[in-house]
Nanobody, 124 residues
């Protein structure tokens, strides 16, 4: 099993940047594909970005491509989401998720492990 804890959320003005971190417990972090999802009030949870076990491949939703960057440090058991050029519509609770998989899934139900979420609020 793996436990995930997000940090780095907060309030930022439109056009600003934030970096989310997700720290994982356990010694097998490198076997998990990792994903970032977000959920705004009244909306379904949506895929934001994913990264493979080694970090060699990444995948982004169209809404964040070119603005967000996902990365991981397997030595630190941590995955990051660098968010630049933030927009008010990026406001949501952001979750990291892990799945013992060689590929990235974009569907939330494919992930077995979830963090508690981090609030990101972008003001206009």
């Amino acid at each position: 099993q793996v436990q995930l804890v997000e940090s780095g959320g907060g309030l930022v003005q439109a056009g600003g940047s934030l970096r989310l971190s997700c720290a994982a417990s356990g010694r097998t972090f490198s076997r998990y594909a990792m994903g970032w999802f977000r959920q705004a009030p009244g909306k379904e949870r949506e895929f934001v970005a994913g990264i493979t076990r080694s970090g060699g491949s990444t995948y982004y939703s169209d809404s964040v491509k070119g603005r967000f960057t996902i990365s991981r440090d397997n030595a630190k058991n941590t995955v990051y989401l660098q968010m630049n050029s933030l927009k008010p519509e990026d406001t949501a609770v952001y979750y990291c998720a892990a799945e013992d998989s060689a590929i990235i899934f974009v569907t939330a139900t494919r992930y077995d492990y979830w963090g508690q979420g981090a609030q990101v609020t972008v003001s206009s």
